[in-house]
């Protein structure tokens, strides 16, 4: 009987790969058990050149091109995931900071200072409605009086008051706001300042409350 | 279910996925930058209505970008596995 079978992969003696004796030694050619790479384990060079066309310290330490390639990418990847749970950290702290703003309540009512104290186009530095926020009272007319919050709402600086120009002045970056409403007139800063609700009674200045603005 | 669905990426075939992947990442990142800068900007002025709707979106946006990172983890697994 005669096997007809052939392998593809080498010339190989049908007579000795018969059913009975294949995988003896000599019958089949060395190449056929020669170890076969996958495409990933082969490393390949940024020229895509073969390896023996490389430069020997390249040879001493090949980088598969690829595979750094895709690492990299990778790594991106999770730096971008990191990036997005930092957002995300952030939008927490607003919300808490809301949650702490609203459980403090309404602001309490604090003398700020006489009608007699201040001549017109004066002002007068308070803090309200605790001692880390600066305010500035300012006498427009003679029963016309302004307050607003004395940071700057571009970076925080603090505004300085310039009636004879009618505006507020932040020295910081130029910017300037409008005496009266305490809009930005000019320079970064795109929100209005921080006005703060008066009451007079008597000969006294109070402030009753803080209206944020956009 | 066929052999070819249990068959593991290959590196070009992850190198693809791992594209597609940063592309949703990205766009997910940017919304998150401008969704802080502009709920920021609307609680300084006074409007808290929308700080807990923003944080619920931002919380879905990194809800998608984690599964994503999972999921190319996952595949990195079944390759060595498969390997």
């Known amino acids: 009987m005669t096997d007809t079978r052939r392998d593809p992969r080498g010339p190989i003696d049908v007579a000795l790969n018969s059913p009975e004796r294949e995988g003896l030694t000599g019958t089949a050619p060395a190449s056929l058990y020669a170890p076969t790479f996958e495409r990933e384990q082969i490393t390949i060079a940024p020229d895509f050149a073969p390896a023996d066309a490389q430069p020997a310290w390249r040879q001493d330490f090949p980088i598969d091109w690829p595979q750094d390639l895709y690492v990299e990418r990778r790594d991106f990847m999770k730096f971008m995931v990191l990036t997005s749970a930092a957002f995300m950290v952030g939008q927490l702290w607003i919300g808490v900071q809301n949650w702490w703003r609203r459980r403090n309540g309404e602001a309490l009512m604090q003398r700020v200072a006489s009608i007699d104290d201040l001549a017109m186009g004066g002002a007068v530095v308070f803090t309200y409605p605790d001692e880390h926020e600066p305010c500035v009272l300012v006498r427009l007319t003679t029963s016309g009086f302004v307050a607003f919050g004395q940071k700057c709402t571009h970076l925080s600086c603090a505004v300085i008051p310039r009636p004879g120009e009618g505006g507020f002045y932040c020295p910081c970056h130029e910017g300037r706001f409008d005496l009266r409403t305490g809009a930005p007139t000019a320079g970064p800063p795109r929100r209005p300042l921080t006005r703060i609700v008066l009451d007079i009674r008597g000969r006294d200045i109070y402030a009753v409350g803080v209206e944020e603005r956009t | ?83």
């Open chain 2, 1 to 83: 279910m066929s052999a070819s669905a249990n068959r593991p990426f290959s590196r070009e075939q992850r190198t693809t996925i791992l594209y597609g992947m940063l592309v949703f990442v990205l766009i997910v990142v940017i919304l998150q930058l401008w969704l802080l800068t502009a709920t920021m900007n609307a609680w300084l002025g006074g409007d808290d209505s929308v700080v807990w709707p923003a944080a619920a979106v931002s919380a879905g946006g990194l809800a998608l970008n984690v599964g994503l990172l999972k999921y190319l983890g996952r595949i990195e697994r079944t390759r060595n596995a498969g390997a």
